[in-house]
């Protein structure tokens, strides 16, 4: 995986702008992600997010489950057990291929929405059981929509479309956010590709920013080569990890691809060895275009040679036409 590229060169001369822009479109559609120092999220704050993490997923299971996800799709908020959500049923979606096999994820999450959301209400555990916690989170949340802002219009400046009109499609903050935890288990588990820790898929919205812990096993397909899965190691857990999602996907005309991804094996763990893979935290920020938003694609990039190849559907339409495929 390449260098982390330094964000706050956005903050710098017009041209270091430009060519630091341009350097984020080009990793993201040849690697189909890019790592990403000096965001603007403060280190401090992204270890506490790791703490918060921990400290939520440390709580018995019927404390947690206080906080329960619907067994349907929507909402989607609140905490989902171990087994509860299947990524496999998504596997090859955008890519047109017919559902695979089903393949059991063996994580647990808790999904988060705006404090703002006039829509859907959070599921929070009581107070007294982690104190601060939802606090944190609801800040948290809009610590990461100042940074998304950010990168959005860097993409917008690299690929030649209005800032403006990018940010007024995601200006609500209809995004999700979503704590993970991979427990602890033996390789044998993974062995027989029956199970994994997530499956391969794509995410629905706009960009995705991640957050990763120093275990590993993050795996992105390469763009330029299809089928091929590169690792994704973070040295420095305060680093964001960007990928493109499906609504980007749309906006473009598919002139930029949702990268796949899945977590399996750390590399430092043989694969159906009789080693355990240490558990694993990850925080993934799922900023989406506003739920009213058209996903149809931007003018620019309709044209004879790429003629429009999706339907318009808005942002919220799209969404749930997703989701309500990964509970079943
Ligand atoms: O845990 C990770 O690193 C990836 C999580 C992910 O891809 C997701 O929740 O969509
Ligand atoms: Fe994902």
Partial sequence: MSESLDLSLLKGTPQQRKDISAALLHTLKTKGCAKLKNHGLPDDLINEMFNYTRQFFALPLEEKMLAKHPPESTPNRGYSFVGQESVSSISGFEKGLPQGKFVR?????????S???????????????????????????????KVELEILSALATALGISESEMTLLHNKAENEFRLLHYPAIPASELADGTATRIAEHT???????????SVGGLQVENQQNPGVF????????????????DSFQRLTNDTFRAA?????????????SDEMIPERYSIAYFA??????????????????????YDDITAWDYNNLRIAKLFG
Wanted: charged residues 25%.
């Fill in 105 to 113: 994820d063996i994580k647990e999450t808790i999904d988060i929405g």
């Fill in 115 to 145: 404090a703002n959301d006039d829509l859907i209400d959070n599921i929070w555990v009581p107070e007294e059981k982690l104190p601060g916690f939802r606090r944190f989170m609801e800040n948290f949340y809009d610590s990461c929509f």
């Fill in 203 to 213: 995410d629905f919205g706009s960009i995705t920013m991640l957050f990763q812990d």
């Fill in 230 to 245: 590169e690792g994704v190691e973070s040295l420095d857990k305060t680093e964001i990890i960007l990928n493109i999602g």
């Fill in 260 to 272: 796949c991804h899945r977590v399996t094996y750390p590399p430092t763990v043989k694969v159906g």
């Fill in 288 to 309: 989406k275009p506003n739920r009213a938003a058209s996903l149809f694609p931007f003018k620019k990039f309709i044209t004879p040679a790429t003629p429009c190849r």
